[in-house]
């Protein structure tokens, strides 16, 4: 496997003493060098005659990288490490959201208004005219962030306070990237109905429900209950969020090899939430032809183990993922790392698109493949083209809330991922930039405009353009 490119989500923060005599602080930078480290800042904290203490930012690979970095510049003669803290330990330290008033109470006539007695008569306009919660409240621009805890990221089952941080980190996109108060909601039980039934019953105070890390199958269901019972949207990110990236992304791939969806044949590997939310948006698209794989290979009409999800891929084809990508224009990951070789991928079809999402390791490094596919893709922030949800989910829920918008469709996906891709224009559209940066604050509006669009041609918006 190919050593990672050090990264911030790795970093340190060394606090070093060293003697103040010249050349000391090469010596240190040297070390980290060495042991392969990446220097990122350096600041003065104090001064003496005979010592200086510093800050210095260092990111690494992993965990381990880190610790021999430590150790490495511990090995400096004379230098003390005073202190080695995890610089992602130190940006989640008390969280990373809060709740914040709109407006200042500095008297007694804003508390008479802001609260009781004023409040009251606001109370009951919305009990006898209901839709004015969207106005009177909160509930135009909030969204639950729901989780059960069972399958946060490549992790695992973790439980809902393991959670808590992935949610807390989805809420301050949404602000950021969207403008949108969101909450993380992590629940105690992992029994279907019990979820279905608590979202139902805080429904009430939000404008829209993000489902996030819940394992397949009970994902499908839980969505699919939700979206039947509330009259709000709920949108299964882990599905339909990478979903919409993938299609936009496919998308510019395809026109650089020019080649059609309707023409490809393309190899998914894993079966779970995203793999089946992929399949399902691609073939809306117009692919007809998709070899999805799992642990076991080819999802073929002969194997008993099928759950419903799965079934509706299952091929005549049998065999491994290695058969499967034989020939095959496009290999789409979602499963584990390494999983794919050098090999698998010569034995795709001529200019070979490989979109390789497993994170924070994608099922072949991009390195070992770079003479042989003409488009590839990561979910990582260090390669180009990173397929990263945030480019989908804020811009959804934007358009979606701003027309308050019954639901999620899929002609609302297809044109928040047609908008994504447009966002690259012809003379800009190379094999390194076939996607948008998530920091390219076009991409919200693009796609919250698309949306909205989409929920007016289909009459599910409750409300006129903002």
Known sequence: MVQLTPNASYGLTLCLKLPNQTGRLAQVTQAIAAAGGNLADVKLLERTRTSVIRDIQVDASSSDHAAEIVSAVKAVEGIQVLQAEDRTFQLHEGGKIEITSRIAVTNQDDLSMAYTPGVGRVCKEIAAHPERVYDLTIKKNTVAIVTDGSAVLGLGNLGPEGALPVMEGKALLFKEFAGIDAFPICLTTQDTDE??????????????????????????????????ELDIPVFHDDQHGTAIVVLAALTNALKLVNKSFDKIRIVINGAGAAGVAIALLLKKAGVQTILMCDSKGIISRDRTDLNPQKQQFAVEESGQLAEAMKTADVFLGVSAPGVVSVDMVKSMADQPIVLAMANPIPEIQPELVSDIVAVMATGRSDYPNQINNVLAFPGVFRGALDCRAQAITTPMLLEAAQAIAAL???????????????FDKRVAIAVATAVQAAARREDIALSQVK
Do not use: M, Y
């Open 424 to 438: 690259i224009p012809p003379d800009t559209l190379t094999p390194e930039h076939i996607i948008p940066s998530v």
């Open 195 to 228: 979820i279905v039934e608590t979202v139902k019953h805080i429904a009430p105070v939000f404008g829209g429900v993000n489902l996030e890390d819940i394992s397949a199958p009970r994902c499908f269901e839980i969505e699919a209950r939700l979206k039947q």
